[in-house]
């Protein structure tokens, strides 16, 4: 009976200190453990801002080279890459009849001029002969008064004098007409001229051939590119912006350009446009920096990570951005409020190269917020602050 007294005595005792055991670790360890947080205070700190972006090298300024009407292409006399001067042949559309149409203009025009210097020797013998006449008829009107010649005399004289003044007027219109036909044959030939000028198609710049688009004998439109120009020194980044972080974006920003070429290099450079209209698509805002100096060897379409510098807050209350977190459609932080997390409200102002994130209200300085926990956080949950949440590897 003893022994069998003793025996229930060890086993009660053994069941007490396996449930005690079994409580600890449920709540130490089990579901009913506090969760394991780190935490840090909100503090003022100057908050050095950046924006970030993916960019790709552009040409700043590019020219389409192409005809102002269509036609086939005859040649092309130059080649991607190649160095080219401003009014440099780059190539040329097939005349067809321009050059018939030029011969025959210039023959039309030399004709035109003949005319007009013709009339203008006719104009002067009308002139020369209506002189003469009419002084012959004043003469004889004179010698009529005296009676020396009959009025029948006097009055051919004084029809002479009218049909020559006449003839004159004749000559006159007929050296304006001949050298209205000059002006209009001229204008045709010009504009004829014009024409095969522009079947000729010529650098606006100097600059570099990016892109030779068609080849002898194409049939290309007015308005297509045949060639296609960009002036080396004027190159920029087209940079891609998140629109949720392209606050302060602004032309004149200051910028350092990660070139995939060149790694270990950052060259300098600026903003110089922001585009109005953004990507609807991608929700990103567009902005082009431009290189202080343009290093050697870039190449069009290359990739580079650009950094702009926007003005540092001096004075802001901030906390790590990691303690940001959202309750439905509610943004804020989880305090520690005597060993318990307890969500509040704030309100995210900008956001800093360093991690940290501004608190324009709903905190106060001092304050400890909780910035990582080892499972997800619930009103009320017990936490245990620790330094961090990785496991040191025992020694």
Same mark, same amino acid.
């Not at 030779?212 to 940079?239: H, N």
């Given at each position: 009976?003893?022994?069998?007294? &003793?025996?229930?005595?060890?086993?009660?005792?053994?069941?007490?200190?396996?449930?005690?055991?079994?409580?600890?670790?449920?709540?130490?360890?089990?579901?009913?453990? !506090?969760?394991?947080?780190?935490?840090?205070?909100?503090?003022?700190?100057?908050?050095?801002?950046?924006?970030?972006?993916?960019?790709?090298?552009?040409?700043?300024?590019?020219?389409?080279?192409?005809?102002?009407?269509?036609?086939?292409?005859?040649?092309?006399?130059?080649?991607?890459?190649? *160095?080219?001067?401003?009014?440099?042949?780059?190539?040329?559309?097939?005349?067809?009849?321009?050059?018939?149409?030029?011969?025959? +203009?210039?023959?039309?025009?030399?004709?035109?001029?003949?005319?007009?210097?013709?009339?203008?020797?006719?104009?002067?013998?009308?002139?020369?002969?209506?002189?003469?006449? *009419?002084?012959?008829?004043? &003469?004889?009107?004179?010698?009529?008064?005296?009676?020396?010649?009959?009025?029948?005399?006097?009055?051919?004289?004084?029809?002479?004098?009218?049909?020559?003044?006449?003839?004159?007027?004749?000559?006159?219109?007929?050296?304006?007409?001949?050298?209205?036909?000059?002006?209009?044959? #001229?204008?045709?030939?010009?504009?004829?001229? *014009?024409?095969?000028?522009?079947?000729?198609?010529?650098?606006?710049?100097?600059?570099?051939?990016?892109?030779?688009?068609?080849?002898?004998?194409?049939?290309?439109?007015?308005? #297509?590119?045949?060639?296609?120009?960009?002036?080396?020194?004027?190159?920029?980044?087209?940079?891609?912006?998140?629109? +949720?972080?392209?606050?302060?974006?602004?032309?004149?920003?200051?910028?350092?350009?990660?070139?995939?070429?060149?790694? +270990?290099?950052?060259? !300098? +450079?600026?903003?110089?446009?922001?585009?109005?209209?953004?990507?609807?698509?991608?929700?990103?805002?567009?902005?082009?920096?431009?290189?202080?100096?343009?290093?050697?060897?870039l190449a069009i379409g290359e990739l580079a990570e650009v950094t702009l510098q926007l003005p540092p807050i001096d004075k802001a209350l901030a906390i790590p951005a990691a303690a940001l977190t959202r309750q439905g459609n509610t943004m804020g932080v989880w305090k520690l409020v005597d060993d318990r997390a307890q969500f509040a409200a704030v309100t995210p102002g900008v956001?800093?190269?360093?991690?940290?994130?501004?608190?324009?209200?709903?905190?106060?300085?001092?304050?400890?917020?909780?910035?990582?926990?080892? *499972?997800?956080?619930?009103?009320?949950?017990?936490?245990?602050?620790?330094?961090?949440?990785?496991? #040191? !590897?025992?020694?």
């Amino acid at each position: 009976m003893k022994s069998f007294t &003793r025996r229930n005595l060890i086993l009660a005792a053994f069941a007490a200190a396996f449930l005690v055991a079994f409580g600890w670790i449920i709540a130490t360890q089990g579901p009913l453990a !506090p969760i394991s947080v780190t935490m840090a205070k909100a503090a003022e700190m100057r908050l050095e801002r950046t924006l970030f972006g993916i960019g790709t090298l552009e040409a700043r300024r590019g020219h389409a080279v192409g005809p102002t009407v269509a036609g086939r292409l005859d040649k092309v006399l130059v080649d991607h890459g190649d *160095k080219v001067q401003a009014g440099q042949l780059l190539a040329e559309m097939e005349p067809v009849d321009l050059d018939a149409r030029l011969a025959a +203009g210039a023959a039309a025009a030399a004709a035109a001029s003949q005319r007009v210097h013709s009339a203008a020797a006719a104009l002067a013998e009308a002139e020369s002969r209506a002189r003469l006449a *009419k002084n012959s008829a004043e &003469r004889y009107a004179d010698l009529r008064r005296r009676n020396f010649f009959s009025q029948e005399a006097a009055d051919a004289k004084a029809h002479e004098a009218a049909a020559a003044l006449a003839a004159k007027q004749a000559a006159t219109a007929a050296l304006a007409a001949a050298k209205e036909d000059a002006r209009r044959a #001229q204008s045709e030939l010009a504009g004829t001229g *014009k024409s095969r000028a522009h079947l000729r198609l010529t650098s606006p710049v100097d600059g570099i051939v990016s892109a030779r688009l068609a080849e002898p004998g194409s049939t290309v439109v007015a308005g #297509q590119a045949v060639v296609q120009v960009i002036e080396p020194d004027a190159l920029w980044f087209k940079v891609r912006i998140d629109q +949720g972080r392209s606050s302060g974006l602004a032309v004149g920003l200051p910028a350092t350009i990660a070139l995939r070429s060149a790694p +270990g290099k950052t060259p !300098p +450079g600026r903003v110089a446009r922001v585009d109005l209209v953004g990507d609807a698509v991608t929700e990103e805002r567009i902005a082009y920096v431009a290189l202080d100096a343009p290093p050697e060897n870039l190449a069009i379409g290359e990739l580079a990570e650009v950094t702009l510098q926007l003005p540092p807050i001096d004075k802001a209350l901030a906390i790590p951005a990691a303690a940001l977190t959202r309750q439905g459609n509610t943004m804020g932080v989880w305090k520690l409020v005597d060993d318990r997390a307890q969500f509040a409200a704030v309100t995210p102002g900008v956001s800093s190269a360093q991690g940290q994130v501004q608190i324009l209200s709903g905190l106060a300085a001092g304050e400890t917020v909780l910035v990582y926990s080892s *499972k997800a956080l619930a009103p009320d949950a017990r936490v245990k602050v620790v330094d961090s949440l990785v496991k #040191q !590897p025992q020694k």
